[in-house]
């Protein structure tokens, strides 16, 4: 063994202790050791040590895909974090639809982790393109592996309210600011959500604000416009509970297609 390995190697186990102190200070560490595997571990220490996130707290909540986190960023702004499971083979094969026929992601090697690494990428580069067109989604922050890192939608430590549970005091307004999201991002973000609903939108104050856009297909998808026809769908028959007078869906399907 070289000088320069046994260098390297004296470095890294200290490092990986100094990461270790870290974290084990924190309350979660006996909670994340149960529940993740050693890379995402691995991949935790690194944000942390990066300063990507100084503290990780509690969850905020827990699906069958990823757990969320609330964090504090190292300027003490609140971060979500997304940590998706590794380990879950129903979880592979449904995604599989949606990231083959989508062009950014083709010829693309899939090894069973990478697929989920992709799922997260996908997340926060769908994140980046809302963002820049206007669309209010999270602001991403990174993503590394299967973790993804993003603006926290809520206030000291507590999220946003679900739409479906939110007081909602000018429906015709929010329905509005929906569709126009839905036009702006299909038009100008070329993408459609695909799983939007009163379960998928958060109510910052009065301000609906977009999540869970790791499904969000390219406009050129062989199922974007049957996605497209549900989001609007979905959208339309909450609002309509509110008397809101909607757009009808037939139309609106058509000017965006042929837009
Ligand atoms: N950026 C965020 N800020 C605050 N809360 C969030 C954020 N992202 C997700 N959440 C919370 O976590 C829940 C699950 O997130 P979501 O992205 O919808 O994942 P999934 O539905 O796949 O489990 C949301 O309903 C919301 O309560
Ligand atoms: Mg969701």
């Given at each position: 063994m070289s000088e320069a390995f046994k260098k390297f190697e004296r470095k890294s186990e200290k490092q990986e202790k100094a990461q270790r102190i870290k974290i084990k200070r924190s309350e979660e560490y006996e909670y994340l050791e149960g529940v993740f595997d050693k890379i995402t571990l691995l991949t935790i220490y690194k944000l942390l040590n990066d300063e990507v996130f100084s503290e990780l707290n509690g969850v905020i909540s827990t699906g069958k895909e990823s757990k969320v986190f609330h964090a504090i960023a190292k300027d003490g702004k609140e971060l979500a974090v997304k940590i998706y499971f590794?380990?879950?083979?129903?979880?592979?094969k449904s995604i599989r639809k949606y990231i083959e026929g989508d062009p950014r992601f083709s010829g693309?090697?899939?090894?069973?982790?990478s697929l989920i690494e992709e799922w997260a990428r996908k997340e926060y580069i769908n994140l980046e393109s809302y963002s820049e067109v206007?669309?209010?989604?999270?602001?991403?922050?990174?993503?590394?592996?299967?973790v993804l890192v993003m603006e926290?939608?809520?206030?000291d430590g507590v999220s946003a309210p679900l739409l479906k549970e939110?007081?909602?005091?000018d429906p015709q307004k929010i329905y509005k600011k929906l569709i126009e999201y839905i036009r702006i991002g299909f038009l100008k973000a070329k993408l459609?959500?695909?799983d939007l609903s009163e379960y998928n939108i958060l109510m910052l104050e009065q301000e609906p604000v977009i999540i869970d856009v790791s499904q969000a297909v390219d406009v050129s998808h062989p199922l974007a416009i049957e996605f497209l026809q549900r989001d609007i769908k979905n959208i339309n028959r909450?609002?309509?509970q509110f008397g809101v007078s909607v757009y009808e869906e037939d139309k609106l399907l058509k000017e965006l297609v042929n837009a």
């Open positions: 590794t380990g879950n083979l129903e979880f592979k693309v090697k899939r090894k069973i982790n206007g669309v209010r989604v999270p602001k991403p922050v990174t993503v590394r592996r299967n926290f939608i809520g206030k939110a007081v909602i005091e459609v959500h695909g909450f609002f309509r």
